[in-house]
């Protein structure tokens, strides 16, 4: 099996899903604070026996939960993104071309 160089198209679809994953991670964050700061709001409240639930979590109904997933998702799908940043500008220096 060889190996041939990857093209614009492969690099685009690369990139495009760590976006993908990017905006995932930072939905997941976005929709458990909301839930979180729900639940610290209605402590104090009349119906304190109600905890947030998040009905749209995609891997867990638990706000906390979700909240990690999302920031390591986030940590690590940034640290692709640098280690391929790094890769390109390296191939950009030796080709004197990136794509």
Known sequence: MSKRPLRKSDWMAIIITIVFFQLMCLWCIDV??????ME?????????????????GFFSQNPTLTYHIG??????????????LVH??????DKKSIL
Do not use: C, D, P, R
Request: avoid cysteine; hydrophobic fraction near 45%; charged fraction near 0%.
């Open 32 to 37: 458990s604070t909301s839930t979180l700061i």
């Open 40 to 56: 610290q709001q209605l402590k104090g409240s009349i119906i304190s026996s109600t905890t947030g639930v998040m009905t749209n």
């Open 71 to 84: 920031l390591y998702g986030l940590v690590i799908t940034s640290f692709i993104g640098a280690l391929l």
């Open 88 to 93: 390109l500008l390296f191939t950009q220096i």
